[in-house]
């Protein structure tokens, strides 16, 4: 895989992953031979002389064009793809299953995890979201509906059934309530670039984990804890089923995600400070510094703060990615795309 491609799955469900070429180009050929400058082909008689073509500055334009289609292979839709360190493997993912393919290989892929029942009345666990190791080719993880995380190795077996790490927080029976297994499940687990540490994001948190220490999480972060009051309206209108996505920074020290309100929250792993800011038009002006936002549940509201009955639900940010080595980020509201970089001097 060439670092000009890009290799997404259809978030609307046709259960296919497509491979595109991403290109710039700021130069336009001038003066065909055989056509002319709108594209029209030339009577070959009228053509008198040789024209060497040359290259015409123009305004940057990217272009997408699809290089493969890999299809057939979910019977489920797709809830994440992986692109595996030797670059020449990716894994995809969905509710039961997760399929180990080659970049050259379209029609063929090779099942590595089957978690599907003989009988599905059976099942109570499902798939959520698969990620490669950074570095390690042959180790990737996958977490589940319950809350938990599994690490495999391809080189045990062909079927990675058994796992060789299982990460798992004790539950604390104190907080147990009608909503615990829902808010529980995960919806996104991503890697540390080094490697180190597995990121994992619930409903209501993100929690890093150690690879050496399976049986707690070393760090957790509350990412909108005035919500747990609201958890009974949140699943009459569906939301506390929202997947939430999260994203480590180039040097692994600061953790962002997204929440309601088109709030996203930033989490510096050093300092232990963190911040919400908001992604809108209003406030999204080019070179506009964000302001932090502050959510402010009973009591007196401060003129800055804003009411945990007037946030809206409807605005959520569930995607969010963050530029490998600048601090550069993007996250997705709703319908737009807001692309974020630190203060320029």
Known sequence: MLPAEVIVYNHMGDKTVKLWKVSERDKRPE?????????????????????????????LMVEATPRRVFANAHTYHINSISVNS???????????????????????????????????????????????????????????????????DMRASA??????????????????????EIISSI????????????????????????????NRPIETYQVHDYLRSKLCSLYENDCIFDKFECVWNGSDSVIMTGSYNN???????????????EASRENSKP???????????????????????SLDFSKKILHTA?????????????NNLYIFQDKVN
């Open 86 to 152: 030797d670059y020449e493997t990716y894994m995809s993912a969905d509710d039961l299953r997760i399929n180990l393919w080659n970049f050259e290989i379209t029609n063929q892929s090779f099942n590595i995890v089957d978690i599907k029942p003989a009988n599905m009345e059976e099942l109570t666990e499902v798939i959520t979201a698969a990620e490669f190791h950074p570095h390690h080719c042959n180790t990737f993880v996958y977490s589940s509906s319950k809350g938990t995380i599994r690490l495999c």
């Open 287 to 309: 070179r506009a510094i964000l302001k932090p936002r502050k959510v402010c549940v009973g009591g007196k509201r401060r003129k800055d703060e804003i009411s945990v009955d």
């Open 187 to 214: 919806s996104d687990v991503k890697f540390s670039h080094s490697g180190r540490y597995i990121m994992t994001r619930d409903y209501l948190t993100v929690k890093v984990w150690d690879l050496n220490m399976e």
């Open 322 to 334: 963050w530029h490998p080595s600048e601090n550069i980020i993007a996250v997705a509201a709703t």
């Open 31 to 59: 003066g065909y031979n055989l056509k002319d400058e709108d594209g029209r082909l030339r009577d070959p008689s009228t053509i008198t002389t040789l024209r060497v073509p040359v290259l015409r500055p123009m305004d």
């Open 159 to 180: 079927l990675c059934d058994r796992h060789s790490k299982f990460f798992e927080e004790p539950e604390d029976p104190s907080n147990r309530s009608f909503f615990s």
């Open 263 to 277: 709030f996203f929250r930033m989490f510096d792993r050093n300092t232990k400070r963190d911040v919400t800011l």
